[in-house]
C-alpha cells in the first residue's frame, strides 16, 4: 500500500517562497519517477515537475527558473522549492507516484 502526504503550503505574498513537502510510504518510493502536479481553480490539473529515483529532474518550461525539486531517498521524500511566486501560482499542489496521489496542499500568493 503507497500513502502520499503533501504539507509545506500556505500563503505567501508574490516574490514570496515556499517548500513543498511529498512524504511517500511504501516500497515504490525508491524505484518510482514523483511528480509535482497543480490545480488552479477551474483549470485542469497540469504537471509541475517530475524526479527520478537517480535524481533526474524535468520541468515544466514556464517553471524552471523558480522552482527546484529533490528527493531524499532516506527519508522517503520528495521537495518542491517554489522561489518568486506569483498570483497565478496559486493553486493545490499535488504529488503523485505510479497511481497514486496525495491528498494535495494549498498554496495561495497574494498580490
Known amino acids: 500500500q503507497v500513502h502520499i502526504v503533501e504539507s509545506g503550503g500556505g500563503l505567501v505574498q508574490a516574490g514570496g517562497s515556499l517548500r513543498l513537502s511529498c512524504e511517500v510510504s511504501?516500497?515504490?518510493?525508491?524505484?518510482?519517477?514523483v511528480g509535482w502536479y497543480r490545480q488552479a481553480p477551474e483549470k485542469q490539473r497540469e504537471l509541475v515537475a517530475t524526479?527520478?529515483?537517480?535524481?533526474?529532474?524535468k520541468y515544466v518550461d514556464s517553471m524552471k527558473a523558480r522552482f527546484t525539486i529533490s528527493r531524499d531517498n532516506a527519508k522517503n521524500t520528495v521537495y518542491l522549492q517554489m522561489n518568486s511566486l506569483k498570483p497565478e501560482d496559486t493553486a493545490v499542489y499535488y504529488c503523485?507516484?505510479?497511481?497514486?496521489w496525495g491528498q494535495g496542499t494549498q498554496v495561495t500568493v497574494s498580490s
Open positions: 524526479i527520478t529515483s537517480s535524481g533526474s529532474a
Open positions: 511504501g516500497s515504490t518510493f525508491r524505484i518510482g519517477v
Open positions: 503523485r507516484i505510479a497511481n497514486y
